[in-house]
């Protein structure tokens, strides 16, 4: 079960460019938004919101999307709920002050790490990661211009052992696969390292939340 201690108004609208309109920081977001652009993420986080549930899959797989890493990276609490009835069990406005959502099945955990510079807290490499019986997906962002799955590392960690010296282990050489960018922050270097680092410590904290 995933819990958030948040007081806020329900705001509900299946588009999510509409419903962006009428948003603020009091308030809890319910979208039901297959694929979440990166646009409809910016104007999210422009909103002030800081919880939104998606009734549907924020990333599918289908392509790359930089979207929901967006959200999560401009500190928006990104809740997904498939087929969850929220649309019919929650009213317009009404206050929320806790939301549960079950999780799809035992053994299901989501985590996110980064490293990020400034006073704006910009991110120069982040990961997200995701545990689903056993099955591990991983993204990672500020490497490339849309956020990169490390697949090698995925398929290394299929056997289902999540210790972390399993990935740690499957984690290792992913940096020299790609091809970052240096500027002022970071060199390409550095990058890799840091995608390394980031993607053990989001698939690891997936791991632990899968325990419960």
Known sequence: MSFVEFTGHARLDRRTKNLTKRLGPGDVAIIDHADLDRVSAEELIESGVRVVVNVSESQTG???NPGP???VRGGVRL???PGAPLF???GEGELLTK???PPGGHGVGDGFAGVAVGAHGTYIVDAAATVADGTVRVALGCVAGAPVRPTAMEERLSGGDLSD???GAAARGIGASLDP???VHASADYRRHLAEVSAVRAVQQAARRAKG
């Open 62 to 64: 289908r392509f790359p």
């Open 88 to 90: 019919d069990d929650v």
């Open 181 to 183: 960018p240096s500027d």
């Open 79 to 81: 809740i997904d709920a």
């Open 69 to 71: 890493l967006e959200l």
């Open 99 to 101: 939301i549960s959502v």
């Open 165 to 167: 010296e399993a990935v």
